[in-house]
């Protein structure tokens, strides 16, 4: 398998813009994260899924983030519209064995600057 | 204050020195704890994972629990470049990935 895939890799927009990150987890796992990274806050969960349903949205930051994941090997975070202060790291983890900790893998991460 | 603090270096060592990593926490209802390994642009990769107190240890890699202190360790013995890394200390109630708390990491660079 090639683990989670994260694109882009890189993301450079400015203020207002509309931002969607993608994710496509490791086949055959049920739960997927997206998390993100910072220096000051290091890495913080933003919202999971189990079975392609939204289990525990409680570290999105405000409306201007969502998240969806229309089937089991895609998922979407969008910052809807974006601020310098987003710019971090996103990271999209994928797990099974009731997210078992020692399942859990992290994609690569997208970059994400908003000027 | 956070509940998990960890120093976040740089920390600059020597090639075959040993290393030691730390992280402090305030919640002692945390039952596990782990150590995770980043390299630069990629993602965080579990390293070492240990429940409640005492010591687990793989190959150069010591993980040492103190519950009564609320302080946690990771040894790097015989140092190698390609330790070079940041290393995240997390910990849960749990042991499921959905209520991790994570530090901040610290940056280790191995010297040759």
């Known amino acids: 398998d090639a683990g989670v895939i994260q694109s882009p890799r890189h993301e450079v927009t400015e203020m207002g813009q509309e931002v969607t990150l993608r994710c496509k987890p490791i086949?055959?796992?049920?739960?997927l994260f997206w998390y993100r990274q910072t220096m000051m806050r290091g890495l913080e969960l933003l919202i999971y899924?189990?079975?392609?349903?939204?289990?525990?949205d409680s570290g999105m930051p405000e409306d201007r983030f969502s998240a969806k994941m229309p089937n089991a090997s895609f998922s979407t975070l969008k910052i809807q519209p974006s601020e310098p202060r987003d710019s971090a790291v996103y990271f999209c983890?994928?797990?099974?064995?009731?997210?078992?900790?020692?399942?859990?893998?992290f994609g690569p991460g997208t970059r994400l600057l908003v000027l | 204050q956070k509940e998990v603090e960890q120093d976040p270096g740089p920390l600059s060592v020597p090639e075959g020195a040993i290393v030691s990593l730390n992280c402090t926490y305030s919640?002692?209802?945390?039952?596990?704890f782990m150590w995770y390994r980043q390299y630069s642009r990629k993602g965080p990769e579990l390293l070492m994972y240990?429940?409640?107190?005492g010591n687990k240890e793989d190959g150069r890699f010591t993980a040492q629990v103190d519950k009564s202190s609320k302080y946690i360790s990771l040894f790097i013995r015989d140092s190698q470049p390609s330790d070079s890394a940041t290393y995240l200390c997390?910990?849960?109630?749990?042991?499921?990935?959905?209520?991790?708390?994570f530090g901040t990491g610290t940056r280790l660079q191995v010297t040759l």
């Open positions: 919640n002692s209802a945390f039952q596990y």
């Open positions: 086949s055959g796992h049920d739960y």
């Open positions: 240990t429940y409640s107190s």
């Open positions: 899924f189990n079975n392609n349903v939204p289990i525990d």
């Open positions: 983890a994928s797990s099974f064995l009731e997210a078992a900790v020692e399942t859990q893998y």
């Open positions: 997390a910990m849960t109630f749990t042991g499921t990935a959905s209520k991790l708390t």
